[in-house]
């Protein structure tokens, strides 16, 4: 990714856990209560973790350092509310066909839930739903 756009998802879901993919699978968190934040190096355009090491040295290393540069993230995704994503739209698409599918996918991922986030909630998927 480039520098411009993992700034720009760091500063618009900066309340949100963000899952960040790294070249090989590798999956970093930010924002996450049970992982340190990472820390991001705009200068260098790195990006350092902190983790519990899950190799089979654990017990003499429990400890992992994880250091990669920009370049080798591939995405990186918000883990929101709707709240949130309605924000998000609302303030960054500015094609009004483009706003209204990105709206309608919020509440279909609404109506998808339960209460328990397993089965579908037919009733609860409203078209006309105001968020």
Not at 16 to 35: E, Q, R, V
């Amino acid at each position: 990714m480039t520098k411009d756009s993992i700034i720009k998802m760091r500063e618009d879901f900066s309340t949100s856990p963000l899952k960040i993919t790294c070249d090989n699978m590798i999956i970093l968190y930010d924002h996450m209560g049970f992982y340190p934040d990472l820390i991001w190096d705009d200068g260098s355009e790195t990006v350092m973790a902190f983790r519990a090491n899950t190799s089979q040295n654990q017990d003499s290393r429990p400890f992992e350092i994880f250091c990669t540069n920009y370049d080798h993230i591939q995405y990186i995704e918000a883990l929101t509310n709707p709240t949130v994503a309605k924000q998000w739209v609302e303030e960054n698409i500015t094609d009004e066909t483009q706003k209204e599918l990105a709206n309608d996918l919020i509440k279909q991922a609404i109506g998808k839930r339960s209460y328990t986030g397993t089965t579908s909630m037919k009733n609860v998927y409203n078209k006309d739903l105001k968020l």
